[in-house]
């Protein structure tokens, strides 16, 4: 089986368990985010030209990193991703090191990220490529309404908390940097004029 075969068969894998196993609190961590989150992995691996197999990992990676808010709470989701992404792979042929490379990348996504690779730079710059851009103002919401609906709780000062976080963020590869940095700037200045506006 080619890695393109493999990739076909393990996005439909991860389909079917967003699908059959929906939790509705899931309203930013599900299949629409993981999705993205593979289309800016692929675009980032080929403006870096990896070889076939960094590709196929780090797709892997994309498509399993959040499927362990499926079962469980928000800490150690991504421990429970490599779980499942170990079971699916224990029935392939695909060599252990490379199933390895697929974990560490997806532990890169763990805040507070340190990647320490290319692939995991790329990896965790893909799951936060929305902070510099205008989808950014769409998903926001979205994250601390799944924070209360998971929490029951619910979560107040979230223009600052979303400062805070922008200001905490950093982008590891050169391609983001040079693409994202200025509109995360622009977004925080937003933000930080809602915040000034609401002051009487």
Known sequence: MDTNEWLTNLSRF???????QSRPELVYHNLEHTK?????????????????????????????HDIGHLFGVIAGHEE?????????FSEQAIDKECMERVQECILATRMPTNPTTLLQQIICDADT???????FFS???LIYREL???????????TQKSIDFLEMH?????????RLTEGKRKNMIYLASLIQKAQP
């Open 14 to 20: 991860v389909v079917k368990m967003f699908t059959e």
């Open 36 to 64: 993205g989150v593979v289309i800016h992995v692929q675009q980032l691996a080929n403006h870096y030209h990896l070889s076939p197999k960094d590709y196929f990992i780090l797709s892997a990676a994309a498509w399993f």
């Open 80 to 88: 429970r991703s490599v779980e499942i992404m170990k079971h699916y």
């Open 129 to 135: 490529f929305h902070l510099g851009t205008d989808e």
């Open 139 to 141: 998903t926001d919401p």
């Open 148 to 158: 209360e609906l998971r929490l029951g709780c619910c979560i107040g000062g979230q």
């Open 170 to 178: 950093q982008f590891y590869t050169d391609y983001c940097k040079e």
